[in-house]
């Protein structure tokens, strides 16, 4: 399979509790986004990297998230003091340039 | 950034041609329409892009009419694999590579 990847499908924690999310792009892809999305909503843009560099991040993007992506391949996305407002799905896409986004299955976040 | 209105709903039956209309008033001149298709605990799938008049694939088509303030996504003899929301975007590539999502069309297709 070589589309976009992310890992863990599901992940549950305590509130408080860090977790960091991975997400693997499609190979050559320059481009990798990370978007949010809760209940009855549409995903939402957090950030997005073009190789190493992170061009942009919304405002939706606390001092809490932080994201990474060291080789320009992969990247991380970790959640610190994470709270129960933080439950959603996060959604990987990635793109060559500004080329369509392909988006992987995503991680759900449950906080209790 | 061009926002897009569609139906927040839709039902069909298995065997019917679905059409679902975006309004996008504000759309500039450089941006492109794009839908995306989304199942429950999936991420949204491309479907079609479009800059004006009609675009096909093997999935679905698209009309753009010449002022470009709207476009129709069209789904032919839907089955009942089709439900999903489907969402309409403007302006790919033009907003320093985000994707801007509204809420989408929640279509509903019976047996």
């Known amino acids: 399979d070589t589309g976009v990847s992310q890992n863990p499908r599901h992940k549950i924690t305590k509130r408080g509790q860090n977790v960091t999310f991975r997400c693997d792009p499609i190979?050559?892809?320059?481009?990798l986004y990370w978007y949010r999305q809760t209940l009855g909503q549409g995903p939402e843009f957090l950030t997005y990297?073009?190789?190493?560099?992170?061009?942009?991040k919304s405002r939706l993007l606390s001092d809490r998230f932080s994201a990474e992506r060291p080789k320009g391949s992969f990247s991380t996305l970790e959640i610190q003091r994470t709270e129960q407002g933080d439950s959603a799905m996060y959604l990987c896409?990635?793109?060559?340039?500004?080329?369509?986004?392909?988006f992987g299955p995503g991680t759900r976040l449950t906080v209790l | 950034l061009a926002k897009t209105t569609q139906p927040i709903s839709m039902d069909s039956y298995e065997g019917q041609e679905v059409n679902i209309t975006c309004s996008h008033n504000?759309?500039?001149?450089?941006?492109?329409i794009t839908w995306y298709q989304q199942f429950p605990s999936q991420g949204p799938r491309f479907i079609i892009q479009?800059?004006?008049t009609k675009v096909t694939n093997e999935v679905a088509s698209l009309f753009i009419p010449a002022d470009r303030k709207s476009s129709t996504l069209s789904l032919p003899r839907v089955s009942l694999s089709d439900t999903a929301v489907y969402y309409c975007?403007?302006?790919?590539?033009?907003?320093?590579?985000?994707?801007?999502f509204g809420q989408g069309t929640e279509l509903s297709v019976k047996p």
């Open positions: 896409a990635s793109s060559l340039l500004s080329d369509t986004q392909y």
């Open positions: 190979s050559e892809h320059n481009r």
């Open positions: 990297f073009q190789n190493e560099a992170q061009l942009e």
């Open positions: 504000n759309i500039a001149t450089n941006d492109y």
């Open positions: 479009g800059y004006k």
């Open positions: 975007l403007v302006g790919v590539g033009n907003q320093g590579g985000k994707l801007i």
